[in-house]
């Protein structure tokens, strides 16, 4: 059974940092890519970044200015999100999302329908 596990969400300030996790089982790691979205009450899902297991590829929403970065461990089956200069803007519930890398296209890897396994998701609420 394919499994996404969120962790590491919170309350922070306008300024901090939170590192959120994924931890993944069920499939071929190294076979897969592994985004992370975000959804704000009332707002559109939208993707923030994506690393491709395999070739290291990293992918970032262009709205984030740099302020995040994803990783992978595969030694832990897992993937990371760190996350500095938080905005109030940036307060979401944070989703991971996994699929067959060879499913993902550089050019296209923002789509959320082609992810086709999801977490439960984890709250990020940044105080103005």
């Known amino acids: 059974e394919v499994q996404l596990v969120e962790s590491g969400g919170g309350l922070v300030q306008a300024g901090g940092s939170l590192r959120l996790s994924c931890a993944a089982s069920?499939?071929?790691?190294?076979?897969?890519?592994i985004g992370w979205f975000r959804q704000a009450p009332g707002k559109e899902r939208e993707a923030v970044s994506l690393?491709?297991?395999?070739?290291?590829?990293?992918y970032y929403s262009n709205s984030l200015l740099g302020r995040f970065t994803i990783s992978s461990d595969t030694a832990k089956n897992a993937v990371y999100l760190q996350m500095n200069s938080l905005k109030p803007e940036d307060t979401a519930v944070y989703y991971c999302a996994a699929n067959l890398r060879t499913a993902i296209r550089g050019n296209s890897w923002f789509r959320s329908g082609l992810y086709a396994y999801w977490g439960q998701g984890t709250q990020v609420t940044v105080s103005s």
């Open positions: 069920g499939f071929a790691f190294d076979d897969y890519a």
């Open positions: 690393i491709k297991n395999g070739d290291g590829r990293a």
